[in-house]
């Protein structure tokens, strides 16, 4: 008899495979962010590539500076934001009805968990702007590189951007050296 014996080898890898596969599912539970820490490094690369945040913020987060020209609305300045890091988080993943700020979590709005509301509770010209979706992780990372790069900087300055830009600085960064 090959066949329990064969089951009785994988039976514990099954086990396994499910256990794991349900940590997965609840670790993308983008609801809870306490139990995970910010990695500012990487959330400088969710800012710029996962998020496009940089696109409607600008490179500094001031809603001005490099902002492209191509989004529409100048966006909030996140250097002079009140939020803590619960407000940042709720904000990037629920947006903000009714503005240009998406949303990032692929779940809001689907089961009520941003303000108990889904998407057809919104009229047409008030409805949440659909957003990169992005792990609950990414979201915790670029909060982490906001609170520590961007929230209360002041003006931006040279410096600064080219610590942004690196390599590209010299570009970049010319219209501040003036300064
Ligand atoms: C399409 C443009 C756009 C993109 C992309 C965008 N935002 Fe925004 N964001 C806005 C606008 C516009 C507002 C201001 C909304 C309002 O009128 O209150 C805003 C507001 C915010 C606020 C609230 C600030 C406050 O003090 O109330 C935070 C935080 C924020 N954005 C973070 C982010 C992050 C982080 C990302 C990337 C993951 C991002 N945004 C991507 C346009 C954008």
């Not at 008899?1 to 890898?13: D, N």
């Not at 008030?126 to 002041?154: E, F």
């Amino acid at each position: 008899m090959a066949l329990p014996g064969l089951l009785s080898m994988i039976l514990p890898v099954l086990v396994g495979v499910a256990v794991l596969f349900s940590t997965f599912v609840r670790a993308q539970d983008t609801t809870d962010p306490t139990a995970l820490v910010g990695d500012p490094k990487r959330g400088k690369i969710v800012f710029q590539r996962v998020g496009y945040c940089v696109n409607c913020h600008g490179w500094a987060g001031d809603g001005q500076s490099g902002r492209n020209p191509l989004s529409h609305a100048a966006a909030a300045n996140l250097r002079e934001t009140k939020l803590d890091a619960q407000g940042l988080f709720d904000v990037i993943r629920c947006g903000i009805p009714g503005t240009e700020m998406p949303f990032h979590d692929g779940a809001s709005y689907k089961d009520g968990r941003c303000f108990g509301m889904l998407m057809s509770d919104y009229d047409a010209d008030s409805k949440p702007v659909t957003g990169n979706t992005m792990r609950t992780q990414d979201i915790m990372n670029v909060v982490a590189y906001l609170q520590s790069a961007v929230i209360g900087k002041g003006k931006p300055n040279y410096e600064e951007c080219a610590a942004y830009f690196d390599a590209h600085a010299d570009t970049a960064c010319a219209y501040l050296k003036s300064n």
